[in-house]
């Protein structure tokens, strides 16, 4: 009929189309989105490479926060950066030859630490609340009066009952502490298995600041945005082809 408007089916065409697929705007943004997320993934990977160091703790001196196994990523930190409470990585020949050691700072430079008072932790007289133990208080755990020298450290495994840690060297010369020089980092997360960050060490902070956690979670961040953004400019292609070749499936018509 004269004014009657039909659809039919567009006839399949046996070449390869050769126009540029989605629109001109289109394809610059998902250029520019491929580009920029290139960019951030392979940045957030170079800057966490600069700052982390990834280690793994093979004893269980550290559980139940780090268990034996436990693959960790710690943050490269200078003697001025430690605070109590901090877990770190540090090398001394009198504790273990060639090898790194994973332990917790309970008192610096001019601290007197002993243990233990009702179960806890005692520093500077003051009774330290360590709720990352989980529990894990050993009553008995003996450690007379240490006055920490300045620019030293004294550090405990947070398995208190068979940790080698400085209550295991007060006899040394130094009475089980650590020169501050030789940490080399300090953990902020357990990656694998994935437990994610540290606790804080808030029972701490009535003796002074703690150490701010470092930049992991914007370098994941960074990270995680350059794959998406990588991945959604490189599906706009695919996409608007697939939407193209719809709508040429059916074309309306003209009247005649």
Same mark, same amino acid.
């Given at each position: ?35 920029? $997320? ?44 430690? +605070? ?13 030859? $060639? ?52 620019? +030293? ?6 398995? *208190? ?83 193209? *070749? ?11």
């Amino acid at each position: 009929m004269g004014g009657e408007s039909t659809t039919r089916t567009a006839p399949r065409s046996g070449g390869t189309s050769t126009s540029p697929v989605g629109t001109r705007t289109g394809q610059r943004l998902s250029g520019l989105a491929v580009a920029l $997320g290139v960019v951030l993934f392979l940045g957030g990977f170079a800057w966490g490479a600069v700052i982390y160091r990834p280690y793994t703790v093979p004893t269980t001196s550290m559980t139940p926060t780090i268990d034996a196994g436990d693959r960790v990523l710690a943050q490269r930190v200078d003697a001025g950066e430690i +605070r109590r409470g901090d877990v770190v990585v540090f090398n001394d020949k009198t504790w273990v030859t $060639g090898s790194a050691v994973v332990k917790r700072v309970v008192a610096v430079g001019g601290d007197t630490v002993s243990c233990c008072t009702d179960g806890k932790l005692t520093v500077n007289g003051k009774q330290i609340d360590e709720s990352y133990l989980k529990g894990n208080v050993v009553e008995d755990k003996k450690i007379p009066s240490v006055k920490v020298p300045k620019g +030293r450290l004294f550090l405990l495994g947070d398995e *208190r009952e068979g940790s080698l840690d400085s209550s295991a060297h007060l006899s040394d010369a130094a009475q089980g502490t650590v020169a501050a020089s030789a940490v080399t980092a300090r953990v902020d997360a357990v990656v694998w298995p994935m437990k994610g960050m540290l606790e804080r060490p808030t029972g701490f902070e009535t003796l002074g600041a703690l150490s701010q956690p470092g930049p992991l979670r914007i370098i994941l961040t960074l990270i995680i945005a350059g794959a998406v953004l990588v991945f959604a400019g490189g599906a706009y292609g695919p996409i608007a082809k697939r939407t193209g *070749r719809s709508r040429a499936r059916t074309e309306p018509v003209r009247a005649r």
